[in-house]
């Protein structure tokens, strides 16, 4: 009887193996598919900066407009991609579409903002990104330093080709920052040699504020390492005024979060920066004299 619970436990498990990698092959394909068909969009969530309010940048998320499943998140398409090398395909269209994004909204007169694109493991490449983004930079005429790049912490690691990357970039006058800090194997000793501009709390050390103390002390005590670092902090997925406030409190210069804006289409984000300018929050483009 033992030996039979073993072989069916054998043949089960194999079945699941397989059910599963045929899943991923049809899910690669799919996307493989809609990529091919223009299906990927780009939605965009501000980031503001916390004393003011004003939007000062936004964050190029990926979406999928799928013929039959409709409006898919990033997490239907990342890590599908990033099990091979179409997350570098797929990079390279989502750094093109957010920079042409960020001419378009200056060249109808709205304020110049930071686009902060999130780069995977497999695309620190320092042979092919750098030459990748220098191309854009330069057809899409865009100031490099209105461009952010996000790695994860994890991302990071002490990986060398990733750092030869980073350095590649920042030589290009592209802004870095590190992305869900705090979850990660974090390396201090990699904050202190890369060139780093900005460090983004993860969501997970914000969402139980003010209710966890020891969220409240993490999120403090990545701020302050971020000052004395010289960086700038911004908190993601901000949801309630007292998170603001207590962010606030403890200097944090910027934050994003569906209590300022959820991800939205370019269209959307439009019409919030036109409303932002009536109102005087931030000087105009063409007054504040950007090519
Ligand atoms: P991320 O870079 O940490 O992006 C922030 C995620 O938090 C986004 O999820 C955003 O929609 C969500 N978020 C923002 N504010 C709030 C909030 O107040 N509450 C809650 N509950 N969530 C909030 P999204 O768009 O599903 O993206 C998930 C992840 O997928 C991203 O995490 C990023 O790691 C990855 N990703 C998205 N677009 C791209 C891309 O173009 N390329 C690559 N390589 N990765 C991407
Ligand atoms: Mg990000
Ligand atoms: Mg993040
Ligand atoms: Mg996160």
Redesign the pocket.
């Known amino acids: 009887a033992a030996k039979d619970a073993g072989r069916s436990g054998f043949s089960f498990y194999r079945k699941e193996m397989t059910e599963r990698a045929a899943l991923y092959l049809e899910r690669d394909r799919d996307l493989r598919r809609g990529f091919e068909k223009d299906e990927l969009r780009?939605?965009y969530?501000p980031q503001v900066d916390l004393a003011t309010g004003a939007i000062v940048g936004v964050?190029?998320?990926?979406r999928w407009q799928h013929p039959i499943h409709g409006l898919r998140?990033?997490?239907d398409?990342?890590p599908v991609a990033?099990k091979s090398r179409l997350?570098v395909g797929?990079?390279d269209w989502?750094l093109r579409e957010a920079c042409w994004q960020a001419r378009a909204w200056r060249d109808a007169g709205l304020p110049p903002l930071r686009m902060a694109?999130?780069?995977?493991a497999r695309?620190m490449d320092p042979d092919r990104l750098p030459g990748v983004v220098r191309q854009i930079l330069v057809v899409t005429g865009l100031d490099p330093a209105s461009l952010e790049i996000?790695i994860?912490e994890s991302t990071l690691q002490n990986d060398e080709r990733c750092v030869a990357t980073l350095r590649a970039l920042k030589e290009l006058g592209v802004s870095l920052a590190i992305?869900?800090f705090g979850t990660g194997y974090s390396c201090m000793g990699s904050l202190k040699s890369l060139p780093i501009d900005r460090i983004?709390i993860?969501?997970s050390f914000v969402?139980d504020i003010p209710h966890d103390r020891n969220d409240e002390a993490i999120a403090e005590a990545i701020i302050a390492m971020a000052h004395r670092l010289n960086l700038i902090a911004i908190a993601?997925?901000?949801?309630t005024e007292d998170q603001k406030a207590f962010l606030r409190a403890q200097g944090c210069e910027e934050g994003?979060?569906?209590?300022y804006a959820?991800?939205l289409t370019a269209d959307a984000v439009a019409a919030l920066l036109r409303e932002q300018q009536q109102r005087g929050d931030v000087p105009r483009g063409e007054e504040r004299g950007e090519q």
């Open positions: 780009l939605h969530q964050e190029a998320l990926i998140g990033a997490d398409v990342v990033e997350i797929i990079g989502v694109v999130n780069v995977s695309q996000e994860t992305d869900d983004k993860d969501r969402q993601e997925g901000i949801e994003q979060g569906y209590l959820r991800p």
